[in-house]
């Protein structure tokens, strides 16, 4: 399968912990993307790493590639209550995108 | 921003009938997409299309078709629809080529066939 897998499936933490989020994937990749979803709704784009990158920063996102482990993670620092929702990571490759089943993240006020 | 619709937010449809799913975009992107989200199963391409009247087969096309005749606009047909079609539709676009290959995402339609 060309999907990524994230892992852990459910993470439940307290506002203000940081959220660490892990995909693992199988093929070769362009690029690796993390997305959000907020129940019921579509995806939010938040951050790409390419492949030829080891760490990148947005805001309270810090996300790591490793290539050669075929792995990334997503860390949230100082988690809200509004970070709630589920978090995919999409791998991709030749103009598609592959998705996993993704983490469904819980922040308790 | 980007915006992408789809017609309905919950449509519920009987077994056998013809369904039209419809996804509309404003900001002038060549990819379109369609997606199915299961519970477990995450999301599967179902179709995709690069460019006007083009059109790829994604991981699931099976009971599907797709009609691209604007560039703006990219329906998803189900000319049969079954119980197994039963999820949330999503939709979305990107620009090509571009260097960020970023994915912008319609709210999703949630079908149920009964």
């Known amino acids: 399968s060309q999907q990524g897998e994230e892992d852990p499936q459910a993470l439940s933490i307290q506002e203000g912990e940081n959220a660490t989020m892990n995909c693992s994937y199988k093929?070769?990749?362009?690029?690796l993307q993390w997305y959000r979803q907020n129940s019921g709704r579509g995806l939010v784009h938040l951050i790409l790493?390419?492949?030829?990158?080891r760490e990148k920063h947005s805001g309270r996102l810090r996300v790591t590639l490793d290539t050669s482990k075929k792995s990334s993670s997503l860390l949230i620092t100082a988690s809200r209550a509004a970070d709630t929702a589920s978090y995919f990571c999409a791998l991709y490759n030749f103009n598609k995108f592959y998705f996993g089943s993704g983490t469904k993240l819980n922040v308790k006020p | 921003d980007v915006k992408v619709t789809q017609s309905s937010r919950y449509l519920v449809k009987r077994t056998g009938e013809k369904v039209f799913l419809e996804c509309v975009q404003d900001m002038d992107h060549e990819n379109m997409f369609w997606y199915r989200q299961d519970p477990g199963l995450g999301l599967r391409l179902i179709y995709f299309s690069y460019d006007v009247k083009m059109k790829e087969k994604g991981d699931i096309p099976e009971g599907y078709s797709v009609s691209r005749e604007k560039k703006e606009r990219f329906s998803l047909i189900l000319e049969s629809a079954s119980t197994n079609q039963t999820s949330m539709y999503l939709c979305?676009?990107?620009?090509?080529?571009?260097?960020?290959?970023?994915?912008?995402f319609g709210p999703g339609t949630r079908l149920t066939v009964t």
């Open positions: 790493i390419r492949s030829n990158e």
């Open positions: 979305a676009s990107s620009l090509w080529p571009r260097t960020t290959y970023e994915q912008y």
């Open positions: 093929t070769s990749i362009n690029n």
